[in-house]
């Protein structure tokens, strides 16, 4: 079960971070990944941390503003946004990919939290 929250509205220029609490496995086996979904929008990745670690991917377009990171003790991963731009609003949901592998497409994750609402003002 993956719990997502910390969305809320915040003005261009402003940081938020998003946590995602994981249950029912341990990170140490599981890919983690944040993806967003603006209205009208298809579902596009945002970033992605491996089971080790060790392995982080960013979207072009959040690249250098957002860090993803994760406490191994707490079993939750976290997204922090910073230099928002209107166009970051989106509902940002978490995933669960339990192959063990680098997994960029919304098609290799296998588990979904509920998603947080993120909404930038310009």
């Known amino acids: 079960q993956l719990q997502a929250y910390g969305g809320g509205l915040v003005q261009a220029g402003g940081s938020l971070r998003l946590s995602c609490a994981v249950s029912g496995r341990t990170l140490s086996t599981t890919t983690m990944g944040w993806f967003r979904q603006a209205p009208g929008k298809e579902r596009e990745f945002v970033a992605t941390?491996?089971?080790?670690?060790?392995?982080?991917y960013y979207a072009d377009s959040v690249k250098g503003r957002f860090t993803i990171s994760r406490d191994s003790a707490k079993n939750t991963v976290y997204l922090t946004l910073n230099s928002l731009k209107p166009e970051d609003t989106a509902v940002y949901l978490c995933a669960a990919d339990i192959h063990r592998r680098v997994a960029r497409l919304r098609s290799e994750y296998d588990y979904w939290g509920q998603g947080t609402q993120v909404t930038v003002s310009s």
């Open positions: 941390i491996s089971w080790t670690g060790g392995t982080i």
